[in-house]
């Protein structure tokens, strides 16, 4: 059973800076793509960054330009870099990760931005 556990969250002012790692139990270059996705309270899951296999990124267009989605291969994880963070970003963040089959989702990890 493949496990992802997400790691990075807190609670951070406005315009600050987090970063979340989430940690695969494998490898994960067996991954077609891994993505983070976020719930904010009442909301629907959403996604904000992807990257695929092959190295192509994408990323929602609230995110472009402040988040940064990479991998770490050896390390076996997948990150994701939060800069000029605003209160809107406030939600829970998941870790997504797909082959053919099937896809495998972490707990989640709570980003709160606020002063």
């Known amino acids: 059973q493949e496990q992802l556990v997400e790691s990075g969250g807190g609670l951070v002012q406005p315009g600050g800076s987090l970063r979340l790692s989430c940690a695969a139990s494998g490898s994960i270059s067996r991954f077609l793509a891994m993505g983070w996705y976020r719930q904010a309270p009442g909301k629907q899951r959403d996604l904000v960054a992807i990257?695929?296999?092959?190295?192509?990124?994408n990323s929602a267009d609230a995110v472009k330009g402040r988040f940064t989605i990479s991998r770490d291969n050896d390390k076996n994880t997948v990150n994701l870099q939060m800069n000029s963070l605003k209160p809107e970003g406030t939600a829970v963040y998941y870790c997504n990760a797909a082959v053919l089959s099937r896809e495998y989702w972490g707990q989640g990890t709570q980003v709160t931005v606020s002063s």
């Open positions: 990257l695929t296999a092959g190295g192509r990124t």
